[in-house]
């Protein structure tokens, strides 16, 4: 009897384990630009009602155990939806710089009005690592909603435009 129930008990153990950390979704290049292409997609067909769809903390483009989301921001550079930094909804970013002075979201803004979509470097605070920066680089693509443009985005660290070209060669990459 002891060695049924020990045995159950493992098998539950070993599968509540893997449940929450066995089939954890990995954020990688790949999967954030399938999670923009699909914002971008549920945009064009519903505009900024898919807003709150997109910043739902338990909807589909918060992703990667949370470290991956999706941004919205303008062509102006003008930040619409933000589900990490809500303050930043409505402000004006095209003057932002990083700390190496790249004007990032306005190089979003730029690559998807020349190209429609493609991959930003620029150096971003951790979520988790303190203070500081960290490279970091993001997939933004253009998409049209009843005249309007919108830019989504999503972005990771630890990924190179070297390791972007390697698997998307045909990908745009922003170089000052």
Same mark, same amino acid.
């Given at each position: =009897?002891?060695?049924?129930?020990? *045995? /159950?008990?493992?098998? *539950? ?23 923009? %292409?699909?914002? /971008?997609?549920? *945009?064009?067909? #519903?505009?900024?009602?898919? &807003? ?7 909807? #589909? ?8 989301? %999706?941004? %919205?921001? @303008? ?5 619409? =939806? ?10 004006? =970013?095209?003057? &932002?710089?990083?700390?190496?002075? /790249? ?29 500081? /920066? &960290? ?20 972005? =990771?660290?630890? *990924?190179?435009? @070297? @390791? ?9 990459? &922003?170089?000052?």
């Amino acid at each position: =009897m002891i060695k049924k129930t020990l *045995i /159950t008990f493992t098998i *539950i153990g070993v599968a509540l384990f893997f449940s929450v950390n066995g089939f954890a979704e990995d954020l990688t290049p790949q999967l954030a630009k399938e999670k923009v %292409i699909a914002a /971008t997609e549920l *945009i064009a067909a #519903e505009g900024e009602a898919a &807003f709150e769809k997109i910043k739902d903390p338990e909807g #589909e483009f918060r992703f990667a155990d949370g470290a991956g989301y %999706i941004w %919205i921001q @303008d062509l102006n550079s003008v930040v619409l =939806m933000h589900p990490i930094k809500p303050s930043l909804d409505g402000k004006d =970013m095209s003057g &932002f710089a990083d700390k190496d002075g /790249t004007l990032l979201f306005l190089n979003f803004s730029e690559i998807c009005e020349e190209k429609g979509s493609g991959w930003v470097p620029y150096v971003w605070p951790h979520p988790t690592r303190g203070d500081g /920066t &960290f490279p970091k680089i993001s997939y933004v693509q253009a998409v049209k909603h009843g005249g309007k443009d919108y830019v989504a985005g999503a972005g =990771m660290y630890e *990924i190179t435009p @070297d @390791d972007i070209k390697k698997l998307f060669p045909g990908d745009a990459i &922003f170089e000052e």
